[in-house]
């Protein structure tokens, strides 16, 4: 976590930040209290990146503070593996950042069983609950669609005694699963159908991941989310558009249940979606179970930890999330916006080296046999702190196949028969000799060196068009190399209702042996690499001493737009 530039840019300010600010100056509230809810039913992924950004945003930018909440009330999905990891991902994301915020408190939705009990208990002695003994599909049934009026269940009028034992003996698991609820008394001739007597227990005779096997009822999240919130507090209850509908039984149940001061207002803005991805964490899982991908930190996937392994840094994602801002619109997000952000962080901070994906051999003719002279490399133009570090030139070098053309296209600067180019940070070479296999195919190139065209050498200001990147044969170190790319090759896997396996990119993972300049044995698990003129990498967990692995996490220019332009 040491590769976190400073701070990201001023927030911008948007119709959330302009209520609170406007909170703040009429002292509405004695603390900002906003709350990141997931559900631990998976992985985090970068829309929850978005979501994290801006209510740890809010606490850091108004002085309160933000809680992470697991809303852990369906056992059925979840699971301690994905808790911890969604403690982790949050950790990692506002680490350094979110001062003041500091390590995010952890609450359970599932602490508040008991209070959330004892809620629904005043809601039945108020007469605006009952236990109704419709099943799932009767339900729905009598709701009705939104245009047409709902019908009441034949339960709605039990007395509140009736009410009190049927929920009592719910708690007590004498009833099977799905054979009762308790359902908030509202108006059946809503409008808007979650004020149709809604669901807020069901029975769930079911393991739960915190609680064991304590209960058998669990609260809908519906009426298990608004009530946390007062619960603890929260001022400002940010979620996403789709909730926009739900909000009216937000403030119905928070108003019932009890006199709060002050009491939680939920806010809604749009979901982030990117092109060229999946963000559901379902699909997601779909793609780790099916194999598709190697699991939920595989560094193509949109999740937190996969980007981690990739190597994106936490400060590119929180800067991608400032970029975007926040709005009431639902819109797709081009990926090339958040590459774009992972670039604009990399090229800060990664230290650069000098590697060869695709080897061919160059012999320096006037080089003498056994000899390394040593040459200095900039670890980092941008940072003049970051120094220098030496990098060993011999007879025998890899440069990249790429930057020889033996019949070269028009205004290609780089190797060609007769032709000269620099080696960066060393000598200027000529091509003299193309060496071929019996198959015709270039084995390797015989030329001569400018032995006086290194830094401080008395031709070193003569100018040749290409400068090219080259590891020394004798000194280079092989490494795994892993090139990710993107996982689908439409920018909207699923359009028109496609099913997205039918557009997985085949390339999307290619794994070769580069050549890499001997210091990277040193490589540090923490560090950005950029392997001049190619591309930013990152050591990957599965490394070896001595045999390292690089993930490639992304390409110096978008590739992806030459592509588009050529149509
Ligand atoms: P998914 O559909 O991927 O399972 P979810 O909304 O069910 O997502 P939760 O764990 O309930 O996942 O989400 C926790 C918080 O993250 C919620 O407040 C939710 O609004 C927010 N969130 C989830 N997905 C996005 C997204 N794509 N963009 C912005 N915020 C998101
Ligand atoms: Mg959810």
């Given at each position: ?199 807020i227990y069901r029975i769930r005779h079911t393991e739960h991941q915190a609680t064991g096997n304590q209960w058998c009822i669990y609260p809908m999240y519906d009426y298990a989310h608004c009530l946390s919130d007062a619960i603890e507090g929260i001022s400002h209850s940010i979620c996403t558009l789709e909730f926009e509908v739900h909000r009216p039984l937000y403030d119905w149940l928070v108003d019932e249940v009890g006199l709060w001061n002050p009491r939680p207002r939920q806010y809604e803005f749009a979901r982030l979606s990117l092109t060229y991805t999946l963000m559901s964490k379902r699909k997601l899982l779909q793609l780790v179970e099916e194999k598709i991908v190697t699991g939920w930190d595989d560094p193509r996937m949109p999740t937190i930890c996969g980007m981690r ?259």
């Amino acid at each position: 976590m040491s590769n976190d530039t400073p701070a990201a840019p001023a927030a911008p300010s948007d119709f959330i930040r302009d209520v609170v600010a406007q909170h703040v100056a009429d002292a509405s509230y004695p603390k900002i209290l906003t709350r990141f809810p997931p559900e631990p039913n998976g992985y985090l992924h970068i829309g929850h990146a978005k979501s994290i950004c801006l209510n740890f945003g809010i606490a850091r930018e108004f002085g309160g503070a933000c809680n992470l909440r697991m809303d852990d009330t369906n056992p059925t999905k979840e699971d301690m593996e994905y808790v911890e990891s969604i403690i982790f991902d949050v950790n990692w994301l506002i680490a350094g950042w979110a001062d003041g915020v500091k390590t995010p408190q952890l609450f359970h939705a599932s602490d508040y069983f008991e209070q959330l009990y004892g809620f629904a208990v005043t809601l039945i002695k108020k007469g605006v609950a009952f236990v109704c003994d419709l099943t799932g599909e009767q339900i729905a049934e009598f709701r009705g669609a939104p245009g047409d009026l709902g019908r009441p269940s034949p339960d709605r009028d039990r007395s509140v005694e009736e009410n009190l034992d049927l929920f009592a003996r719910m708690r007590a698991g004498e009833f099977a699963d799905g054979t009762k609820t308790l359902r908030a008394k509202i108006d059946m001739a809503s409008p808007n159908i979650h004020l149709r007597d809604p669901v807020i227990y069901r029975i769930r005779h079911t393991e739960h991941q915190a609680t064991g096997n304590q209960w058998c009822i669990y609260p809908m999240y519906d009426y298990a989310h608004c009530l946390s919130d007062a619960i603890e507090g929260i001022s400002h209850s940010i979620c996403t558009l789709e909730f926009e509908v739900h909000r009216p039984l937000y403030d119905w149940l928070v108003d019932e249940v009890g006199l709060w001061n002050p009491r939680p207002r939920q806010y809604e803005f749009a979901r982030l979606s990117l092109t060229y991805t999946l963000m559901s964490k379902r699909k997601l899982l779909q793609l780790v179970e099916e194999k598709i991908v190697t699991g939920w930190d595989d560094p193509r996937m949109p999740t937190i930890c996969g980007m981690r392994r990739r190597g994106v840094t936490a400060s590119a994602l929180r800067n991608f999330a400032y970029h975007i801002g926040v709005t009431k619109y639902m819109s797709l997000t081009d990926v090339a916006v958040l590459e774009h952000a992972i670039r604009e962080d990399l090229n800060k901070i990664a230290q650069r080296r000098l590697a060869v994906l695709r080897p061919l051999k160059v012999v320096i003719t006037n080089f003498p046999e056994g000899k390394t002279e040593q040459c200095a490399a900039v670890n980092n133009p941008g940072d003049e702190t970051a120094g220098t570090r030496e990098i060993p030139f011999t007879r025998e070098m890899w440069i990249e196949q790429d930057d020889f053309m033996e019949v070269p296209a028009p205004k290609y600067f780089r190797l060609k028969p007769g032709g000269e180019v620099r080696l960066k940070y060393a000598f200027i070479i000529k091509c003299d000799e193309v060496v071929k296999d019996a198959d015709g195919k270039v084995t390797e190139l015989r030329c001569t060196a400018d032995l006086d065209s290194k830094t401080g050498g008395p031709t070193a200001g003569r100018k040749v068009k290409g400068t090219i990147h080259w590891v020394s044969a004798a000194h280079a170190l092989d490494g795994e190399v892993r090139l990710y790319d993107r996982l689908f090759t439409e920018s909207e896997p699923e359009k028109d209702g496609r099913d997205f396996k039918t557009v997985l990119n085949p390339h999307s993972l290619e794994v070769i042996t580069a050549k890499l300049e001997p210091s990277l044995r040193d490589a540090r698990a923490d560090a950005r690499y950029q392997f001049e003129r190619l591309a930013y990498f990152t050591l990957d967990a599965d490394s070896k001493p001595g045999a390292p692995i690089f993930n490639r996490t992304i390409t110096l220019k978008d590739a992806w737009a030459k592509e588009a332009q050529r149509g």
